[in-house]
């Protein structure tokens, strides 16, 4: 090994130890919060844990299952249309009924990652179908990108809906969604006007799908993600009802695309997202506390559940693929 090479290894070290610690970081510090609030509202001469205990004791959990079940199947299928959409406009002619068993077996790997669960879905494609690596990477960066765009439109909706109720911090989402769609503008432009036709970062295979996008396959994403979300929004109302607090479905459209972006903040359980939910609510912490942790960790865990039923047949296509 040479010096430099030498040099290099313990600060990659460090940059590993780094990453796998903010999270963590990030998760303690948001549970920490969470104790203190809960704590600093619990009757008196009850522990934080009874106080708990309590909230969980008075949710009807077999509603809330009738509620959660649906929608985790339903997401399922708008997730797997999402990808079917994509993977057939950019990448290979592949059926629906072949990328649902595989999407949804990519579940059990997002637990600990949803972009390593997007990388076990592009092995499959380059393994069954012969899409080269970097090509299924472009189609799942567009998908990554429009994600955050039509959770942006949507959050737009929401807070003009109550816009006196919710958080001014609230009030910036529409210049943060004019900025994201003038953002896209310039992504489209930069990879589909001849004006920079001679740019080679353009011919780069990881923008594949970004040199065949028209406008109206951003739009048609957004189209497509969307009923997941308004099931969402009526899901996550009733549920919150479930868990003693009243919100209406209009405000759940104004709060839940925000909520949804604190998912996108790395750390386990959630973390961030479940404390969010208390800043809105502070009156109810304990509550929303228990709502959130639940909701967002019982999504994730039963979508891989609904993965581990879907694996043997996953893994009989990807027996079926030879090499490419």
């Known amino acids: 090994m040479s010096?430099?090479?030498?040099?290099?290894?313990p600060q990659s070290t460090r940059g590993g130890i780094l990453r796998h610690a903010i999270p963590w970081a990030i998760t303690l510090a948001c549970f920490a919060y969470l104790y203190w609030r809960i704590g600093s509202r619990a009757p008196t001469g009850q522990t934080v844990p009874a106080y708990l205990a309590s909230i969980f004791a008075g949710v009807d959990w077999l509603a809330w299952l009738a509620l959660m079940i649906p929608y985790s199947l339903l997401y399922l299928i708008v997730d797997t249309a999402v990808l079917w959409r994509v993977v057939n406009w950019f990448n290979?002619?592949?059926s629906y009924r072949e990328l649902l068993p595989i999407r949804a077996s990519a579940y059990i790997i997002s637990i600990l990652n949803e972009q390593v669960g997007k990388g076990a879905i592009g092995w499959y494609l380059n393994r069954r179908h012969g899409v080269p690596g970097w090509q299924v990477a472009s189609s799942m960066l567009f998908i990554m990108l429009?994600?955050?765009l039509y959770l942006l439109l949507w959050a737009v909706a929401g807070v003009r809906l109550t816009w006196h109720r919710v958080p001014e911090l609230f009030h910036a989402?529409?210049?943060?969604?004019?900025v994201a769609v003038l953002a896209v503008a310039c992504i489209w432009a930069f990879f589909r006007l001849p004006a920079f036709a001679n740019v080679r970062l353009r011919e780069r295979?990881?923008?594949h799908a970004f040199r065949s996008a028209a406008p109206w396959r951003y739009l048609t994403i957004v189209a497509l993600r969307s009923p997941?979300?308004?099931?969402?929004?009526?899901?996550?109302?009733?549920?919150?009802?479930l868990f003693g607090v009243e919100i209406p479905l209009?405000?759940?459209?104004g709060f839940l695309p925000v909520i949804f972006f604190g998912t996108f903040v790395p750390g386990p359980f959630r973390a961030a997202a479940v404390t969010?939910?208390?800043?809105?609510?502070?009156?109810?912490?304990?509550?929303?506390?228990?709502?959130?942790l639940v909701m967002h960790n019982f999504f994730v865990l039963f979508n891989a559940a609904i993965g581990a039923i879907f694996l043997p047949k996953a893994n009989r296509e990807l027996a079926r693929a030879g090499p490419h």
Do not use: K
């Not at 010096?3 to 290894?9: H, R």
């Not at 989402?173 to 004019?178: E, G, R, S, T, V």
């Not at 997941?228 to 009802?241: C, D, E, H, I, Q």
């Open 3 to 9: 010096e430099a090479e030498e040099a290099a290894a």
């Open 205 to 207: 295979q990881i923008f």
């Open 92 to 94: 290979t002619r592949v």
């Open 146 to 148: 429009c994600e955050p």
């Open 228 to 241: 997941a979300l308004l099931a969402a929004v009526f899901v996550y109302s009733r549920s919150a009802a």
């Open 173 to 178: 989402i529409p210049a943060i969604a004019l």
């Open 276 to 292: 969010m939910w208390t800043v809105l609510f502070p009156e109810h912490t304990a509550q929303m506390a228990v709502f959130g």
């Open 250 to 253: 209009s405000d759940m459209l």
